[in-house]
């Protein structure tokens, strides 16, 4: 066991760039959609679109198209996974991680269990799996559905337990780019086949997060997860792992193999999309975002607005508005928090541009507009 004495400091910087690292936010990697999407041990998908900028601006030679691909062909899917919301993954990764995550569900439901008292779960799960599995159905077709079998009940609550209860993915074409469409839900077992056994353990997710966000203290690993006691599982990895303290003396650990950059590290500027887990992840989130600022990125409706980095730290907000429909204008709007250095500006309008020509192909004209700090905090 390390003396805590022993145990190398690592300050706000060295973790900034270490995560910029492995989320492949330092320069662009060259790999498929699916390989990214894998080794980020998913991508939070509570809308839409977010994911397809988010894979945008870390992949050299992303399509849109690709993840398109990847949902028709089954080869990824959305699904409810980490602290209970909904994640773009791979097929084996749904497959692997939705068993190991079913006991935030469970306690949803432990939650309101006075509410569901005297309903037979196991009865209205066996129900919706049956419809869902008969074609894929939205939540009002499966509230009407069980509201007829049991009138007597809250059907939006029936509806509710279900969600929980059924590993469900949401089906194309809702989830793809530039598609539209209710959405729909069938079970994991009947969109990818076979059953939903677990193939991956604890020990491995832990070892996945930290390759993809350490280092990190056993509270950020909760916090990115949803799940509890971690820490037992990190105790058992421990002789595996390495050790650090952050600038206020708590435990990180990280895998060996892991990058840590020199906190000098050059970090180019990036647009994060909404929902992105890079802000997400860690109980602490210090290492990228200040929390005067947090208090505005997330809403207290539960938006997480989407952001851009300079330096490797957010720095403000950003929004793409479009008029005229398809081939109308679409005009990147940049809010930050303080003012941009210069060649920071020249390089984020350069990136702006670069983003709104892959987002928005079609648009008849683009434009970038930045506010001033004082116009953004209104």
């Known amino acids: ?22 989320q492949m936010l330092l320069e662009r990697h060259a790999m498929p959609a699916l390989d990214a999407i894998e080794h980020l041990v998913g991508m939070q998908s509570q809308a839409p679109n977010p994911p397809y900028i988010g894979l945008w601006s870390r992949l050299d030679g992303f399509s849109f198209g690709e993840v398109g691909e990847l949902m028709t062909g089954r080869r990824a899917a959305r699904i409810v996974l980490m602290r ?37 779960l196991g009865a209205v799960f066996a129900a919706a799996r049956t419809h869902l599995e008969d074609e894929p159905r939205t939540d009002k077709e499966l509230r009407d559905l069980l509201a007829g079998r049991w009138p007597d009940e809250d059907p939006a609550l029936l509806g509710w337990a279900a969600r929980c209860g059924v590993p469900l993915v949401q089906v194309p074409p809702r989830g793809i780019w530039g598609a539209s469409g209710m959405a729909r839900h069938t079970t994991l077992e009947a969109w990818l086949g076979g059953p939903a056994a677990p193939e991956a353990s604890l020990d491995e997710v832990v070892l996945r997060y930290l390759a993809a966000f350490g280092p990190a203290s056993v509270q950020d690993v909760q916090h990115w997860s949803g799940l509890r006691r971690l820490g037992e599982v990190v105790e058992r990895l421990r002789p595996g792992l390495l050790e650090f303290r952050d600038e206020r003396g708590r435990k990180l650990y990280d895998v060996p193999e892991a990058p840590r950059p020199d906190p000098g590290t050059a970090a180019p500027v990036r647009f994060v999309p909404d929902f992105d887990n890079l802000l997400l992840s860690h109980a602490d989130r210090a290492r990228i975002i200040g929390e005067e600022h947090r208090k505005r990125v997330f809403t207290v409706n539960g938006i997480i607005r989407a952001t851009f980095l300079v330096d490797g730290f957010v720095h403000g907000m950003w929004k793409i508005e479009k008029k005229g429909g398809k081939r109308g204008a679409a005009t990147l709007r940049i809010d930050p928090f303080a003012p941009i250095p210069d060649p920071d500006r020249a390089a984020l309008e350069e990136e702006g541009k670069r983003l709104l020509a892959a987002a928005h192909p079609d648009a008849a004209s683009h434009g970038i507009e930045f506010r001033t700090p004082q116009e953004a905090s209104r």
């Not at 910087?13 to 995560?19: F, G």
Request: glycine share 6%; hydrophobic share 45%.
């Open 1 to 22: 066991m390390t003396a805590d004495a022993d145990v190398p400091v690592l300050g706000r910087r060295a973790l900034n760039r270490a995560l910029l690292a492995r």
């Open 84 to 120: 209970g919301t909904l994640h773009l993954v791979s097929a084996r990764d749904a497959r692997a991680l939705r068993p190991l995550t079913q006991v935030i569900l469970d306690d949803h439901l432990k939650a309101r269990a006075r509410d569901l008292d005297g309903i037979d």
